[in-house]
């Protein structure tokens, strides 16, 4: 079956400009994360969605992150004004529940020039 | 604070020499630890859940161990294609149980 699609799966943008990133997850999943790999580290949590709503979005940097779900399955990451500090692979996942193992999309890779 | 830490940072291997790669881990209270495999530009894909100390599980010539501190992945007589970076995650018990914190990974490398 289909796996967690994301596109696009670059992204080039300039510092200030916004950007949105999208995520479809596998179908039936009801749990979705988004998380943020910079180079040489392992990925890190962002944000947690259980059906439409944002149930921790504890790992967001500051408030120019918003993510939205607004039917339960596709995602959108949004990103405002933004900065060379943002430049990263941005990794979705989701999972059965959040008992299950999370599956994780191929990434969009972000850069601010 | 929940933390990872895996060892070695990189390992070259020959083909058909086996290895163990280590994560060690503080956390709370463990729910489960995850291995992942990620290739270049890819996504991490899912190896193995391990949830309590002395559970082992295997997938082709990878094999998984979990104890009370850290989590071996073994490679027996690994081959070129197994090269790519192993991250290690756990997820914790209580109120973020959703949320896997990860390592920063073994880059693995296998010569033909």
């Known amino acids: 079956g289909a796996g967690v699609s994301q596109t696009p799966s670059n992204k080039v943008t300039e510092k200030g400009k916004y950007v949105e990133l999208r995520c479809d997850p596998i179908?039936?999943?009801?749990?979705l994360y988004w998380y943020r790999q910079s180079l040489g580290q392992g990925p890190e949590f962002l944000i947690y969605f259980q059906g439409t709503g944002a149930a921790d979005d504890s790992g967001l940097p500051n408030d120019r992150f918003f993510a939205v779900r607004p039917e339960g399955s596709v995602s959108t990451l949004k990103i405002q004004r933004t900065e060379r500090g943002d430049s990263a692979v941005y990794l979705c996942?989701?999972?059965?529940?959040?008992?299950?193992?999370?599956?994780f999309g191929p990434g969009t890779r972000l850069t601010v020039l | 604070e929940d933390q990872v830490t895996q060892s070695p940072e990189a390992l070259r291997l020959q083909e058909g020499e086996s290895s163990s790669l280590n994560c060690s881990y503080t956390?709370?209270?463990?729910?489960?630890l995850f291995w992942y495999r990620q290739d270049p530009g890819k996504g991490p894909e899912f190896l193995f859940t391990?949830?309590?100390a002395g559970e082992e599980k295997e997938k082709e010539r990878l094999k998984a161990t979990l104890t009370k501190k850290e989590s071996f992945l073994h490679i027996t007589a690994p081959k070129p294609e197994d090269s790519a970076t192993y991250l290690c995650?756990?997820?914790?018990?209580?109120?973020?149980?959703?949320?896997?914190?990860f390592g920063k990974g073994t880059l693995l490398t296998v010569n033909p």
């Open positions: 995650a756990v997820q914790v018990s209580g109120g973020s149980n959703y949320k896997l914190t």
């Open positions: 996942a989701s999972s059965l529940s959040v008992l299950e193992g999370q599956f």
């Open positions: 391990l949830y309590s």
């Open positions: 956390v709370s209270g463990l729910r489960g």
């Open positions: 179908s039936g999943h009801t749990a």
